[in-house]
């Protein structure tokens, strides 16, 4: 066997990083389970819009990776004798973007999605040769040539291309960006596809173009949306992707559990839009929070989970021997255990202005989306916890003027003491405490905002082209009303003070157990739940001792 490396047009990244030979015996594993054949040159082994997700050793030879769009084919890659093709995709089951076609008289081993994915979970010498290649290849494409077959074309400021484009950077989907305000291109690719200025957000792919796309639809043309199997009934539903849910995935699946995880938006919750987390076990420099939930997302599927987003669940029933789960395209799904991970949003402001700025000029995370947005630009963060502190480091860091708002008159309670020492140092962050906003002003943009010293009564105008609104947090429980027991704030009441309160129905609830029995709650959904990322994901990881505990009583 020839032990060429491939060659990968990327800069910064070595060709042994981004496309390393296979260790002899992980290629052994899959020339003995997988269809060894040979390839012709100039046969595809991979399309564009593929959805049958072999993965695919290349024995012997080599293939060309391409991209596909309306100017033609564009080389992205190569890989050689050892080496082997797919990226993230062959996990998150997205269909392919690239096309592979053999260069020469090639041999490879094709091995079945099934089977591959069984062997990723039980070979962690097969995990560790492909999982960081896989990662390295996704931000390669992303920021490069691989991102050209996905385009999405849209206005910057509209709130339906802004909620779009968060739902592909943070489900890290390759794509290009193209602004009708700002380039005359993306008016004549509209026109060459049928499409108008009427049709945006759109989004053209070499198999499909789609006009006023969302997620949902996004999701469906790259084959991320969830399909059940009708009759069919999971062990255990986790209801959010944030920590939480995620971790409760991660256990679940590696403990043998049949195992689906549904997010109404994208995985990763709130945790996610975080720039940098400094106090989580294990990272002494930090982590950013979409790349921890990021890991988390690929080692639950790695472990057998199924995780999908969007994919929002609305409505919870109980049967006699299980529970129904409604999403809100009217479809169900049976379950023997449920876990509730929804988490929560951040609160509004209720000040005079917010309506009208709120599509454009107004947000609730602070990641490198937004921060494109506010470009450079002085904003204002209104918050006093983890979170907002995070946010305006971020952006002051990224060459914002940053207004930090506090409404307490110190932050020693809600930021972590690291955190709130070196916004104090930042040169480039003016802390107020002890002051609340109270209207947004400007013309087709939000201009500034007026603030009140509440000590004195005192209002002063702020220059302000980006507000976040890091503040409080609200359960994501509307769902749940009437079905389950919450607290007066709308919360999840979970253990004792939850009851089951059923006629003859002694049973007190397990651990992280609400009023009904086999469904549960963790992480920030639930009443009394510490609003810490580790916390999340101590209680994702525990709950699922009750979970089992739940299937062997009703086994």
């Not at 290009?176 to 060459?192: F, K, N």
């Not at 529970?323 to 949003?345: F, M, N, P, Q, Y």
Request: contains cysteine.
């Amino acid at each position: 066997m020839s032990t060429t490396a491939s060659h990968w047009d990327i800069r910064g990244v070595t060709d042994e990083q981004i496309s390393p030979t296979l260790p002899d015996d992980v290629m052994e594993v899959f020339v003995a389970v997988g269809t060894v054949r040979d390839v012709s040159p100039g046969e595809v082994i991979t399309a564009s819009g593929d959805a049958s997700g072999r993965f695919i050793a290349v024995i012997d030879g080599r293939f060309d990776v391409i991209a596909d769009d309306d100017a033609g084919e564009t080389f992205v890659a190569s890989v050689q004798s050892g080496g082997f093709l797919g990226e993230l995709d062959l996990i998150t089951g997205q269909r392919a973007v690239l096309t592979a076609r053999a260069v020469n008289p090639s041999r490879v081993a094709i091995v079945e999605r099934d089977v591959f994915l069984s062997l990723l979970s039980a070979r962690p010498d097969v995990a560790r040769a492909l999982i960081p290649t896989f990662l390295r290849r996704r931000e390669f494409m992303r920021t490069g040539t691989g991102a050209r077959p996905i385009r999405v074309v849209g206005a910057r400021h509209a709130a339906s291309a802004r909620s779009l484009r968060e739902y592909l950077v943070r489900a890290r989907i390759p794509h290009t960006w193209l602004d009708v305000d700002e380039d005359p291109a993306a008016i004549t690719l509209l026109a060459h596809h049928g499409l108008g200025p009427g049709d945006v957000p759109a989004v053209i792919s070499p198999t499909a173009v789609i006009g006023e796309a969302t997620a949902s639809t996004v999701a469906a043309l790259l084959g991320l949306t969830f399909v059940d199997r009708p009759g069919h009934v999971h062990d255990v539903v986790v209801v959010g992707a944030g920590p939480a849910g995620l971790a409760a995935a991660v256990y679940a699946a590696s403990e043998g559990l049949r195992t689906v995880a549904l997010d109404g938006t994208s995985t990763g919750g709130q945790a996610g839009t975080s720039s940098l987390i400094e106090n989580y076990l294990g990272f002494p420099t930090g982590i950013s929070g979409d790349e921890l939930v990021t890991r988390a997302a690929i080692q639950a599927r790695r472990l057998g989970a199924q995780l999908h987003a969007p994919c929002r669940v609305v409505g919870l029933r109980p049967e006699s021997s299980h529970h129904v789960l409604t999403l809100d395209d009217g479809s169900e799904i049976a379950t023997r255990a449920v876990v509730i991970a929804s988490g929560a949003r951040y609160r509004r402001l209720d000040a005079p202005g917010l309506c009208r700025f709120e599509q454009r000029d107004v947000f609730y995370a602070a990641t490198e989306l937004e921060m494109r947005a506010c470009a450079g630009g002085d904003v204002v963060v209104v918050g006093a916890g983890n979170s907002a502190g995070q946010a305006a480091m971020f952006l002051a860091d990224s060459g914002s003027t940053v207004t930090l708002l506090v409404r307490r008159s110190s932050m020693t309670e809600t930021m972590s003491t690291y955190l709130s020492e070196r916004i104090e140092r930042h040169p480039r962050i003016t802390l107020a405490l002890s002051s609340q906003l109270r209207a947004l002003s400007g013309g087709a943009r939000l201009e500034a905002v007026a603030v009140e010293h509440t000590p004195t009564g005192s209002t002063q105008e702020i220059p302000c082209v980006g507000l976040f609104c890091l503040i409080g947090a609200e359960p994501n429980s509307s769902w749940l009303d009437g079905t389950i027991a919450l607290d007066a704030d709308g919360f999840v009441l979970t253990d004792a003070p939850a009851n089951h309160g059923a006629p003859g129905d002694d049973r007190q609830p397990l651990l992280f157990e609400t009023s009904l029995r086999g469904v549960f709650a963790v992480g920030d959904i639930r009443t009394g739940s510490v609003k810490r990322v580790a916390a999340a994901v101590g209680e994702g990881a525990s709950v699922i001792r009750s979970v089992h505990q739940h299937l062997a009583d009703t086994a």
